[in-house]
């Protein structure tokens, strides 16, 4: 699966660069003709000291939504190319570019400027240049513009005039851009350069902080760009590994980098040089992804978290189902077993189908996280004719062997409810992420495809384990009440929380696709329980319920096929806090802004989400502290498919909502925990 995912990636990165190419080459007129969508300009700056040296500046200003690309543009993109003409006797250097920024789309990691840049160019004057000559300068440069869905290559003549001697067009401007070059650093970087990795090693004092750090290596094809950075700690040294998973990877003896310190675009460049480098150290952040840990400790948090599930509010409808299968139990040790064992292998399956579907996409280039299910329309359509099925089954509108508590039978038919009955409880349960479980099913979206599947199979085993126990273990078993009259009573009873649970999908329906959509589907769903009723009368009275079951059947296809898809949502948020929809230039003008930023993800169908906003942010407090404080909030709704969250969540470490992170201005961003306690942010905001 591994080896199929990068043979993806590498025709992906292999069409996008033969179609750059083949529009750089053959399309000159069409190019010539249009408007750029990045404007260039040459400047002529300010000599240097000795007088005989002069910058000039490409400045390049992209439109909103469009980016260039840094001198090695990443998994995709393209370079700028200068020809000059110049002055007899006059050169120009290498050119210097700002710090970029990491970009991915569709899976590719791409290294750019998404908003105004300057690539700065030294130019050496002629021996024999006097002060006050006029010397024209111009370039032919060729760049490639896109936005996360299209490229466009451009091209433009530029011209100057330098004046020897003269102060330049504009040194204000100059030192800004000069201000975004990397520093050089003065000190040799070492390097370990394996089949498997690049590490570095860089001498940085411990005193600079690094808020979200990044390494952008120069030469092409000699790491996998995409890939997890690792960053540690050992004094005032600076390890850095960067996975070499590509295709013909270079050897290069001598390896150029820019490293980023944080999103306002400070770093440095360094050169490498083979040499030791030592292991070890404290790890301190993963540039692109989060540091991941041991793969032990992750199944034990994916099984915690599954018992947990058990647990929570959310998953409390699924419990009437599992309760009545377990009640019955008792009837027989071996059913018992067989059902403890055909439930937790349902569980499990369900975890582990969900998984493969979303590594799968993933692999695809989709931006997807765990939990995606919810955020299709039609899937909480098909759950709310399910569970409005189910509640009319509890109420005894009509009979039949609902997964996991038939009245009798054969062990077969115990066995398909029990697998039934797993595979249910997974589904619904598993979009409520707990505590335990967030990191495991982060890391899940980062690891090969093999510890990954472990991972959702161990959070399968965690919600089944309860259950498995209470058929291996007579003395919990025995514990269990009888069978009898007292089901019938407790099967009416159980019917209230799965109504419960038709009404909140009802209410997600509408909160995804509006008031029409909820109609259609509300419609649709009256139509499957009145032909269901009709089966039930045949039923009561000896009648073959077939022709009722059909029409049920389908008028619930029909309607997940004739629902039309809901238009996009509204973006006005009711709160009592002065929010902002997350976005990741959003976020960058936040932290540039040097006030504190509250960044918290969340989604209509996640329950945890909408107690910690009822508990500890739709407060008054909260507000008040906020506003005191000066506190950007950027609120991010993961109800219907985001690729830009989902980016943010996987950078993160983050399978799914809730998320919760906390910007301090000069300080490393701090994750906090997806439970929230009343005070938790108004402390924040007050230190």
């Given at each position: 699966?591994?080896?199929?995912?990068?043979?993806?990636?590498?025709?992906?990165?292999?069409?996008?660069?033969?179609?750059h190419?083949l529009?750089l080459?053959?399309?000159?007129?069409?190019v010539?003709?249009?408007?750029n969508?990045?404007?260039?300009?040459?400047?002529?700056?300010?000599p240097?000291?000795?007088?005989?040296?002069?910058?000039?500046?490409?400045?390049m200003k992209p439109?909103?939504?469009?980016?260039?690309?840094?001198?090695?543009?990443?998994?995709?993109?393209?370079?700028?190319?200068?020809?000059?003409?110049?002055?007899?006797?006059?050169?120009?250097?290498?050119?210097?570019y700002?710090?970029p920024?990491t970009?991915?789309?569709s899976?590719?990691?791409?290294?750019?400027?998404?908003s105004?840049?300057a690539?700065?160019?030294?130019?050496?004057?002629?021996?024999?240049?006097?002060?006050g000559s006029?010397?024209?300068?111009?370039?032919?440069a060729q760049?490639?513009?896109?936005?996360?869905?299209?490229c466009v290559?451009?091209?433009?003549?530029?011209?100057?005039?330098?004046?020897?001697?003269?102060?330049?067009?504009?040194p204000?401007r100059?030192?800004e851009?000069?201000r975004?070059?990397?520093?050089p650093?003065g000190?040799?970087?070492e390097?370990a350069?394996?089949?498997?990795?690049?590490?570095l090693?860089?001498?940085?004092?411990?005193?600079?902080?690094?808020?979200?750090?990044?390494?952008?290596?120069?030469?092409?094809?000699?790491?996998?760009?995409?890939?997890?950075?690792?960053?540690?700690?050992?004094?005032?040294?600076l390890?850095?590994?960067?996975?070499?998973?590509?295709?013909?990877?270079?050897s290069?003896?001598?390896?150029?980098?820019?490293?980023?310190?944080?999103?306002?675009g400070?770093?440095?460049?360094?050169?490498?040089r083979?040499?030791?480098?030592?292991t070890g150290?404290?790890?301190?952040?993963?540039?692109?992804?989060?540091v991941?840990?041991s793969?032990?400790?992750?199944?034990?948090?994916?099984l915690?978290?599954g018992?947990?599930?058990?647990?929570?509010p959310?998953?409390?409808p699924?419990?009437?189902?599992k309760?009545?299968?377990l009640?019955?139990?008792?009837?027989?040790?071996?059913?018992?077993?067989?059902?403890?064992?055909?439930y937790?292998?349902?569980v499990?399956a369900?975890?582990?189908?969900?998984?493969g579907?979303?590594?799968v996409?993933?692999?695809?280039?989709e931006e997807?996280?765990?939990a995606?299910?919810?955020?299709?329309?039609l899937?909480?359509?098909?759950?709310?004719l399910?569970?409005?099925a189910?509640?009319?089954?509890l109420l005894?509108?009509?009979?039949?062997?609902v997964?996991g508590?038939v009245?009798?039978?054969s062990?077969?038919?115990?066995?398909?409810?029990?697998?039934?009955?797993?595979?249910?409880a997974?589904?619904?349960?598993?979009?409520?992420t707990?505590?335990f479980?967030?990191?495991?099913?982060?890391a899940?979206?980062l690891?090969?495809?093999?510890?990954?599947?472990?991972l959702?199979a161990a959070l399968?085993?965690?919600?089944?384990?309860?259950?498995i126990?209470?058929?291996?273990?007579?003395a919990?078993?025995?514990?269990?009440?009888r069978?009898?009259?007292?089901?019938?009573?407790?099967r009416?009873?159980?019917a209230?929380?799965?109504?419960?649970?038709?009404?909140?999908?009802?209410?997600?329906?509408?909160?995804?696709g509006?008031?029409?959509?909820l109609?259609?589907?509300?419609l649709?769903?009256g139509?499957?329980?009145?032909?269901l009723?009709?089966?039930?009368?045949a039923?009561r009275?000896?009648?073959?319920?077939?022709?009722?079951a059909?029409l049920?059947?389908?008028?619930?296809?029909?309607?997940?096929?004739?629902?039309?898809?809901?238009?996009p949502?509204?973006?006005?948020?009711?709160s009592?806090?002065?929010?902002a929809?997350?976005?990741?230039?959003?976020?960058?003008?936040?932290?540039?802004?040097?006030?504190p930023v509250?960044?918290?993800m969340?989604?209509?169908?996640?329950?945890?989400?909408?107690?910690?906003?009822?508990?500890?942010i739709?407060r008054?407090?909260?507000?008040?502290?906020?506003?005191?404080?000066?506190v950007v909030v950027?609120?991010?709704?993961?109800?219907?498919?985001?690729?830009?969250?989902?980016?943010?969540?996987?950078?993160?470490?983050?399978?799914?909502?809730?998320?919760?992170v906390?910007?301090a201005?000069?300080r490393?961003?701090?994750?906090?925990?997806?439970?929230?306690?009343?005070a938790?942010?108004?402390?924040?905001?007050?230190?």
């Open positions: 699966m591994h080896g199929s995912f990068m043979d993806t990636r590498r025709y992906r990165l292999f069409v996008a660069v033969m179609c190419l529009a080459f053959l399309l000159p007129a069409t010539s003709a249009a408007p969508h990045i404007a260039a300009q040459l400047v002529a700056g300010p240097a000291p000795d007088g005989d040296h002069v910058t000039l500046a490409i400045d439109e909103k939504g469009w980016h260039g690309y840094w001198t090695n543009p990443g998994d995709a993109g393209l370079g700028m190319q200068l020809d000059w003409a110049l002055p007899s006797g006059a050169k120009v250097g290498q050119p210097q700002p710090v920024h970009l991915i789309v899976g590719l990691m791409n290294h750019v400027y998404e105004d840049y690539v700065l160019v030294p130019l050496t004057l002629p021996a024999n240049a006097r002060p006029r010397l024209p300068v111009r370039v032919k760049w490639l513009a896109c936005t996360d869905q299209i290559p451009e091209r433009a003549d530029l011209g100057t005039e330098v004046i020897v001697g003269a102060p330049g067009e504009d204000a100059f030192a851009w000069t975004r070059l990397p520093a650093l000190a040799p970087v390097m350069l394996s089949d498997q990795s690049l590490r090693a860089i001498p940085l004092p411990a005193s600079v902080d690094l808020g979200e750090p990044h390494v952008f290596i120069a030469q092409d094809k000699v790491v996998d760009y995409a890939a997890p950075q690792v960053f540690a700690r050992k004094g005032d040294l390890l850095v590994t960067i996975p070499r998973v590509g295709f013909d990877p270079q290069p003896a001598v390896i150029e980098g820019v490293l980023k310190f944080d999103r306002a400070n770093g440095i460049s360094f050169t490498a083979p040499g030791t480098v030592p150290g404290e790890t301190i952040a993963a540039g692109g992804a989060p991941l840990p793969l032990p400790w992750l199944l034990l948090a994916a915690a978290g018992l947990l599930l058990n647990v929570m959310c998953v409390f699924i419990l009437s189902l309760a009545l299968s009640a019955r139990a008792g009837e027989s040790e071996a059913h018992a077993r067989i059902e403890g064992l055909a937790a292998a349902g499990i369900a975890c582990l189908a969900l998984g579907v979303l590594l996409l993933r692999a695809a280039g997807v996280g765990w995606f299910q919810l955020q299709e329309p899937v909480v359509v098909g759950l709310l399910l569970a409005s189910i509640t009319a089954n005894g509108l009509f009979e039949f062997a997964p508590f009245s009798g039978g062990p077969r038919s115990y066995t398909q409810g029990a697998f039934a009955t797993g595979l249910l997974a589904f619904v349960a598993t979009p409520c707990g505590p479980m967030a990191s495991a099913m982060g899940a979206l690891l090969p495809v093999v510890p990954a599947l472990t959702f399968g085993l965690g919600i089944a384990l309860p259950f126990a209470v058929a291996f273990i007579p919990l078993r025995r514990r269990l009440p069978p009898g009259a007292w089901m019938r009573r407790f009416l009873i159980m209230v929380p799965m109504g419960l649970t038709a009404l909140a999908l009802a209410w997600l329906a509408w909160k995804i509006g008031e029409w959509f109609l259609g589907a509300l649709f769903t139509v499957v329980l009145v032909a009723a009709g089966a039930g009368m039923q009275r000896g009648r073959s319920a077939a022709p009722a059909l049920a059947t389908f008028a619930a296809v029909a309607g997940l096929a004739l629902l039309p898809r809901p238009g949502r509204a973006a006005h948020v009711d009592i806090l002065k929010t929809p997350f976005g990741e230039e959003a976020l960058s003008q936040a932290r540039a802004s040097g006030k509250f960044v918290y969340t989604a209509d169908w996640c329950l945890t989400c909408k107690v910690n906003e009822e508990v500890a739709e008054e407090d909260t507000r008040a502290a906020f506003e005191k404080a000066g950027l609120r991010g709704d993961w109800t219907r498919r985001d690729p830009d969250i989902t980016r943010y969540l996987t950078a993160q470490g983050a399978a799914g909502v809730p998320l919760y906390w910007y201005p000069g490393t961003p701090e994750k906090l925990p997806q439970v929230l306690t009343p938790l942010l108004a402390e924040k905001a007050g230190r």
